[in-house]
């Protein structure tokens, strides 16, 4: 059975201080990995999708990295307007997706 | 460009009635996927199809029933509504080629089954 595990559930972070979120995942026929944001009462976002391991996407703030078992999400001098849920998701090569329950991440000022 | 569109946004039902939830993209995407949220859980597959006339289970697929009739169009049938079903159920489309498999949702629609 396809699993993706987030660590830590809940993430508070004083504006400024950098930090990761965890992906674990274990999906049989990985296509692709996703990161995905969520605000309160709104549909996911998409923010990266990393293919091979040792794959890199960067955008603003955020950076994701993919192994063969793990995926971060790192946060570099993070600002309230980044609070939200994050979501991590492994899509198979027969397009089958499996998210994992997220990382809720609040920024305070 | 409306992206993935979701009827209705809310809807209560009570426990044994039935109703259909309609999931529309106007992106020509091959891959269209129904989730549903509970409070402080991530996204869980309930059906997905590869293409028109075609769907497949996900993990939480009892209960539910689907059908791509359109290439446009994915919906999603409660038979006989149970509270278990309550939840926020997201619908989401996507290409599915080598590199280009972002998923776009629509905003949700909300249900409550008293």
């Known amino acids: 059975e396809d699993q993706v595990t987030q660590s830590p559930e809940a993430l508070r972070l004083q504006e400024g201080e950098s930090s990761s979120l965890n992906c674990s995942y274990t999906v049989s026929g990985l296509r692709g990995l996703f990161w995905y944001r969520q605000d309160p009462g709104k549909g996911p976002e998409f923010l990266f999708t990393l293919y091979s391991a040792g794959e890199e996407k960067e955008k603003e703030r955020l950076k994701a990295t993919l192994t063969k078992k793990e995926s971060f999400l790192h946060i570099t001098a993070p600002k309230p307007e980044d609070s939200a849920t994050y979501l991590c998701a492994g899509i198979t090569n027969a397009g089958k997706s499996t998210f994992g329950d997220g990382t809720t991440l609040t920024v305070k000022p | 460009n409306a992206g993935v569109t979701q009827t209705p946004k809310f809807r209560v039902l009570k426990t044994g009635q039935s109703m259909t939830l309609l999931c529309a993209q106007d992106m020509n995407h091959e891959y269209m996927y129904w989730y549903r949220q509970d409070p402080g859980m991530g996204l869980r597959l309930i059906h997905y199809?590869?293409?028109?006339?075609?769907?497949a289970k996900g993990e939480v697929p009892d209960g539910y029933n689907v059908s791509r009739l359109k290439k446009q169009n994915f919906l999603l049938g409660l038979e006989s509504a149970a509270p278990s079903q309550t939840s926020v159920y997201f619908c989401?489309?996507?290409?599915?080629?080598?590199?280009?498999?972002?998923?776009?949702f629509g905003a949700g629609t909300r249900l409550s089954v008293l």
């Open positions: 989401a489309s996507s290409y599915f080629r080598r590199r280009e498999n972002i998923q776009y």
């Open positions: 199809s590869v293409g028109e006339g075609t769907t």
